[in-house]
Every structure is written in C-alpha cells, then in structure tokens.
C-alpha cells in the first residue's frame, strides 16, 4: 500500500530540520516519525534523507521527491478547502425540482428574496409536477406534496396543504349555498381530473366521515385552470387553499362547509442525506421554514378569526 500518509510526515521532517521538531509539531514521537520515513522510503525504494546527529540533509532523489510532494500536498490542502467551502458557506448552485402550480404561486415570487440575501448561491429550478428521483437526476432538493413513494430521502415538512370547497358570489346568488356535504348533489360540481377520487369528496366534523358522490360539466387538470371557471359563476369547486386563498381575501370565491375538515396533504423537502448536508440547501430550508408557518401558512389567512 502506498504511504500517501507519510507524505505530510516527511515535509514536515524537510521543512523543521529534524525528527524531534517535525514529532513535536505533528504530535508524534520521534520512533513514529523515523518509522514513517523508513516506510516511505522502502515502498520508493529511495533513500530520500541523509541522516546524521548533527544534521539532516535531503538525498538527490529526497529533493524531487521533496519538491512534488510539496505541490501535491498543497493541491490537496485546496481540494479539501474547496470541498469544505461548501459547508462553511453558503455558495454553489442550488438544483430544486418543484410542483408547478404551488410553485409559480409561492416559490417563484421569493427567490429573488433569497437570492439577494444569499449572493454567492446561484438557482436551477425545475417546475414540474411529475416525480423526480432526486438522486440520479442531481437535485440538491425536491418539493412534493402528498404520500410519498418509500425512499431513502430525508423528508422534512414545511407546510400544511388543505383543500376548500368554494364558489363565486354569483353563483351563490343564483343557486345557493350548501349547508351540508349532501346539499353538493344539487350543485353543478366542477371537477381536477388529476385527483384519485375527483368526483367523490370525503369531509369529516365530529369523527364522523361523509363521502358525497359529485358530478358536472366541467373537469381539468390544473388547479389554476379550475379557479378561473369557478371565478365565473360556473359551479362549486374543490380548490386547494394556497389557489384559492388571495380570492376568498379579495371576495372573489366563497368558502364552504368550512365547519367541515378534508382531507389534506403536507408540502415536504427532499433531500438526500442529513450528515454533511450542504450549507446552500440549509440555509434554503430555514428561508422556506420562515416564509411558511406550519400551523397556519400566510395563504389560510382568510380562515383566522377577526381580532
């Protein structure tokens, strides 16, 4: 085996002029740091040192070897600063795969937030609300929201995504509003075709569960898609909230059978690896964990009771 760990032994030797002084600055003794010199001149089959108790002198092949062994040393020392730069600072490029519609809504509007507070972090992010296997694609993180494949991936939760069943003013002027989950059979339901159960919706009060079957003329798969319709008077929709919140603020969308609970989902971080984790995915993660509040994120505002 090469004796790459007697290399710093030997510059020391070089640059101290001794056994002893180069044992006392690396904290060996004197037998281990001759013997570590033996080592490496046997696996060389070198003599690099003229020894003597007087003095010590490099041999011929002692000084080429000296003067390579110095410049590898040094180039090694700078990798391992390079490596560990990556910790101590936050720098680097951040690739992030994110959900689209989440994203464009309340990711996209605070990286630039980010990036200002954090100058040496340049961002990659993918919107797209296939699944990523964050690994073998070379995301620093993922976003996802709902039941998670099983994985090696760190999961960490970062907010609560609850669904609301809402329609606009005009609509509820016309047809009314349901007072009860079964009241929705008499409503033209509007329907996100990408959902498992789009057209059955499961609500829940006092531990007790109700399922009601919904049917109308209307199904997309995009959530954006499906506040536009319903900002028309078309029908009753099943929004999830961080959609539908800044409208039920302005007015524009209704929220109802809010004494019932749904559902709901948790928006998670991914990432691969919690020892060593990079100080540029950290320090990503504490921004969000600001910008979000678990309990209640800032898109629910609407459901706070009036101070």
């Known amino acids: 085996m090469f004796e790459i760990n007697s290399i710093p032994v030997f510059i020391s030797v070089v640059e101290q002029g001794s056994f002893s002084k180069a044992a006392e600055v690396l904290g060996f003794s004197n037998s281990g740091v001759s013997k570590?010199?033996?080592?490496?001149?046997?696996?060389?089959?070198?003599?690099?040192?003229?020894?003597?108790?007087?003095?010590?002198?490099?041999t011929e092949a002692g000084e080429r070897y000296y003067q390579h062994a110095q410049r590898a040393?040094?180039?090694?020392?700078?990798?391992?600063?390079?490596?560990?730069?990556?910790?101590?600072?936050?720098q680097g490029v951040l690739r992030i795969s994110a959900p689209?519609?989440?994203?464009?809504?309340?990711?996209?509007?605070i990286i630039p937030k980010f990036l200002k507070a954090y100058p040496k972090i340049s961002i990659q992010m993918e919107l797209s609300d296939t699944w990523s296997d964050v690994i073998s694609e070379g995301y620093d993180l993922a976003l996802r929201a709902g039941d998670l494949p099983d994985s090696s991936l760190v999961a960490k939760p970062l907010a609560?995504?609850?669904?609301?069943?809402?329609?606009?003013?005009?609509?509820?002027?016309?047809?009314?509003?349901?007072k009860q989950p079964a009241d929705l059979v008499q409503h033209n339901c509007l329907l996100y075709s990408y959902h498992s159960t789009s057209n059955e919706w499961f609500f829940n009060r006092?531990?007790?569960?109700?399922r009601v079957e919904v049917k109308g003329?209307?199904?997309?798969?995009?959530s954006d898609a499906l506040k536009e319709a319903l900002l028309t008077g078309l029908g009753v929709g099943r929004l999830p909230s961080f959609?539908?919140?800044?409208?039920?603020?302005?007015?524009?969308?209704?929220?109802?059978l809010?004494?019932?609970?749904?559902?709901?989902?948790?928006?998670?971080?991914?990432?691969p690896q919690r020892q060593y984790l990079a100080k540029k995915v950290s320090v990503f993660l504490s921004f969000l964990e600001e910008q979000f509040d678990q309990n209640l994120p800032y898109w629910d505002d609407w459901k706070r009771s009036p101070s």
């Open 258 to 271: 809010t004494d019932y609970q749904m559902p709901y989902k948790n928006l998670v971080a991914l990432y």
């Open 73 to 90: 040393f040094e180039a090694a020392k700078e990798a391992e600063s390079a490596a560990t730069g990556l910790q101590q600072e936050a």
């Open 100 to 109: 689209m519609s989440f994203s464009r809504s309340h990711i996209a509007p």
């Open 160 to 178: 609560p995504l609850h669904s609301v069943i809402c329609a606009a003013p005009n609509y509820l002027e016309e047809f009314g509003s349901p």
């Open 36 to 58: 570590r010199i033996s080592a490496l001149e046997a696996q060389l089959g070198v003599k690099l040192l003229y020894r003597s108790t007087r003095k010590l002198s490099l």
């Open 243 to 256: 959609i539908a919140g800044e409208e039920i603020k302005k007015g524009n969308l209704i929220p109802l």
């Open 217 to 222: 003329n209307y199904q997309v798969n995009n």
């Open 206 to 210: 006092n531990d007790e569960d109700v």
